[in-house]
């Protein structure tokens, strides 16, 4: 069974950054695409970054390009999101993925950037 457990949200002042955390189980993380995704107040799911399943090739979106980085740790099963520079309009609860949109994903975990 794919388990995906976020952390590491918070309330944090605009120019500020956080770190995201996705400990991940039930599947072969090492060889997964994976992803990131957010949900702000009242609106849809807004996809963020992808991760190749070789750990190599980088995506993001127009918004948070140049802000934020993904990346793994395979040896802990773990799925990161460096977020610098923040914005009010990063406020949402963000969820990682198993593969792209539309995949398994946790619970989430809210990010809050407000001064």
């Known amino acids: 069974e794919v388990q995906l457990v976020e952390s590491g949200g918070g309330l944090v002042r605009p120019g500020g950054s956080l770190r995201l955390s996705c400990a991940a189980s039930g599947f072969t993380f090492s060889t997964s695409t994976m992803s990131w995704v957010r949900q702000a107040p009242g609106k849809g799911l807004e996809w963020v970054s992808t991760?190749?399943?070789?750990?190599?090739?980088?995506n993001y979106a127009d918004s948070v390009k140049g802000r934020f980085t993904i990346s793994r740790d395979t040896a802990k099963n773990t799925l990161y999101l460096q977020m610098n520079s923040l914005k009010s309009q990063d406020t949402a609860v963000y969820y990682c993925?198993?593969?792209?949109?539309?995949?398994?994903r946790g619970q989430g975990t809210q990010v809050t950037v407000s001064s």
């Open positions: 991760l190749s399943s070789d750990g190599v090739i980088t």
């Open positions: 993925v198993k593969g792209v949109v539309g995949g398994p």
